[in-house]
């Protein structure tokens, strides 16, 4: 079909232009006439030379005029295809539509058109895969800053701004226990429900993950927006039915209210809330946090710690505190609870308040939790080999350990390793880890408990589900949180729960340790109350394995009733 097209382009002086090798092309055509005629002149004899000269003048004006008007109407005819070529290069470079006529309906006009078409369908596409969600369908963070400062010019907006930016509660926990495309369908139900229960004239985006920014112009006070920010936690707080599953979730808000100038002061006001959500996230669950200038420090800081910790644990940073765990009867040393610290080469000792969550979030936990696990069953081995009674090694699994596939064979290996038996370890999970996947829990709590391992439920009471599902769980203890300790025997809620948790715990026949606890009172109540152990400040703060060896050298009973008090530092 181009072999013609193909032939002409090898001249060089007709490759670059359409229009010269339709030219060629015509004024050939239209010279073989004439070509013919003066053929017929030279081989016939049969006319003078004057009337052959004459016959041929006459036949090279007519046919050089002819052959111009050819040429210039095939050189308009041409336009539609020229015009068409330059609309498609000009979209190229400037992405500026073009107006070309769409009524022509034969070839050409046709070609006009469907180009036309094409390119305003090929821009509406590129538009929007460029500023919204292609998940939701919900605006994207470049087209939330454009449409919140056009509103603001439209608007002449003077006042104040609150960029509100919304996150799911342990979304990555979320995303690990469910398939990806009912993840899919979570934020995309999640996303309507949002659009529910905001104004029209607000503001709505998608962010990256699992956040959402909402802008609020017209704020009548502070009160309005708080009011805002709980309806959506309230709203989001209800369960969804995806795949015939209910699934629930929570949620969190990072607010900050100020003036914006332009299209940067935007960006920024969603940089701050963002900050401000990160620091609601740990708080706890279903809150709404404001910005203020300490949270940019804060936040600064958790991203240096998180740089210093990739590579802590290669440098020898890290070590193993040890917290002994005794009988409130006897006063004997039951067990002691391993603790990961950090012992940064600048900073000095990192609370664990610090780095624990980073290492959470950013998945280090489970490398670090591996080197907790081994390093204390090791040392507990080494105790025992020392000629020290027996003792229990209790250990935290992280909601990142307790979801690892190999988590069994590992702690076998581990324990085939050090050479600790596995009545002697004891592994503490937290119920809200247990939540995320019930059926998968119990499956990986039933291997542990046929492996041999002593088994804790930590932080118990904290929860909001755990009681209904206790009694499937193969736990052996159950570990009340210090927030409740901290207040016995005085505050009567806090002597509510911790009675309670107490005869539960009984019943079910599972032993009590009670964390946290730092006063005689405190001892004089849980012992009264048939709490089993005990930890916390008033009988050791978490020391070295060789401060805890030389706490074992000696006999840990009091010489009358109880045990001697001591604290290292």
């Known amino acids: 079909m181009l072999h013609l097209y193909s032939f002409l382009d090898r001249f060089r002086l007709l490759r670059k232009s359409y229009i010269a090798k339709i030219m060629l092309v015509a004024f050939l055509g239209t010279h073989v006439p004439l070509l013919a005629l003066l053929l017929s002149f030279v081989i016939s004899s049969a006319y003078s030379w004057e009337m052959a000269i004459r016959v041929l003048v006459t036949a090279l004006v007519a046919t050089l005029i002819g052959t111009a008007a050819t040429l210039y109407a095939l050189r308009h005819l041409l336009n539609p295809v020229l015009l068409t ?90 995303s690990h226990t469910r398939q990806r495309e009912t993840t899919k369908l979570l934020l995309r139900a999640i996303a309507q429900r949002l659009i529910t229960c905001l104004p029209q004239t607000n503001s709505f985006a998608k962010l990256d993950g699992d956040e959402f920014a909402i802008a609020l112009t017209e704020i009548s006070s502070l009160e309005s927006v708080i009011k805002q920010s709980q309806l959506l936690l309230s709203t989001l707080a209800k369960p969804f039915l995806i795949e015939n599953s209910l699934i629930h979730v929570t949620s969190s808000i990072g607010i900050t209210i100020n003036h914006f100038e332009d299209r940067n002061g935007i960006a920024q006001l969603l940089q701050q809330a963002q900050a401000a959500l990160h620091t609601a996230k740990q708080r706890g669950r279903s809150q709404y946090q404001f910005y203020s200038p300490e949270i940019t420090a804060q936040l600064q800081e958790r991203l240096t710690l998180e740089n210093e910790l990739h590579g802590a644990l290669e440098r020898n940073e890290m070590e193993v505190h040890y917290q002994p765990l005794v009988n409130l009867q006897t006063g004997e040393i039951t067990a002691t609870e391993a603790l990961l610290r950090w012992k940064h080469p600048t900073l000095g000792l990192v609370s664990p308040t610090k780095f624990i969550p980073i290492a959470e979030s950013s998945g280090l936990i489970v490398s670090l939790g591996e080197w907790v696990l081994r390093t204390a069953c090791a040392q507990n081995r080494a105790w025992q080999l020392a000629g020290f009674p027996p003792l229990r090694i209790s250990v935290n699994l992280s909601a990142r350990q307790f979801e690892q596939p190999n988590l069994v064979e590992q702690i076998k290996q581990i324990l085939v390793e050090t050479g600790l038996q ?33 088994l804790a439920l930590d932080d118990f009471g904290t929860g909001y589900s755990s009681l209904n599902y206790l009694k ?57 109350q048939g709490c089993h152990e005990g930890q916390g400040f008033y009988f050791s703060r978490p020391a070295p394995a060789e401060t805890i060896t030389q706490l074992l050298k000696t006999n840990f009973l009091l010489e009358t009733s109880f045990l001697v008090k001591t604290n290292f530092q």
């Not at 370890?425 to 291997?447: A, F, G, P, Y």
């Not at 016995?488 to 032993?511: E, H, W, Y």
């Open 422 to 454: 596995p009545c002697y370890l004891e592994l503490e999970v937290t119920e809200s880890s247990l939540m995320v996947d019930i059926k998968q829990s119990i499956e990986t709590l039933e291997q542990l408990r046929e492996l041999g391992v002593f």
């Open 472 to 528: 499937q769980f193969p736990v052996d203890m159950l570990k009340i949180d210090r927030s409740f300790v901290q207040d016995v025997p005085f505050n009567p809620d806090s002597i509510a729960v911790t009675n309670a948790i107490i005869a539960l715990g009984k019943s079910l026949q599972l032993k009590i340790t009670a964390e946290g606890l730092e006063t005689q009172e405190q001892l004089n109540y849980l012992r009264m």
């Open 85 to 174: 070529s330059a609309a498609l290069q000009n979209y190229l470079d400037t992405k500026k539509l073009p107006e070309l006529p769409t009524h022509f309906v034969d070839e050409a006009g046709l070609l006009m058109a469907n180009t036309s078409h094409t390119l305003y369908r090929l821009d509406e596409l590129i538009h929007y895969i460029s500023s919204y969600d292609d998940l939701t369908g919900l605006a994207n963070r470049d087209l939330f800053c454009d449409r919140l400062y056009q509103m603001s010019q439209v608007q002449n907006h003077s006042g104040l701004t609150a960029v509100l930016v919304l996150g799911i509660d342990d979304f990555v926990g979320i």
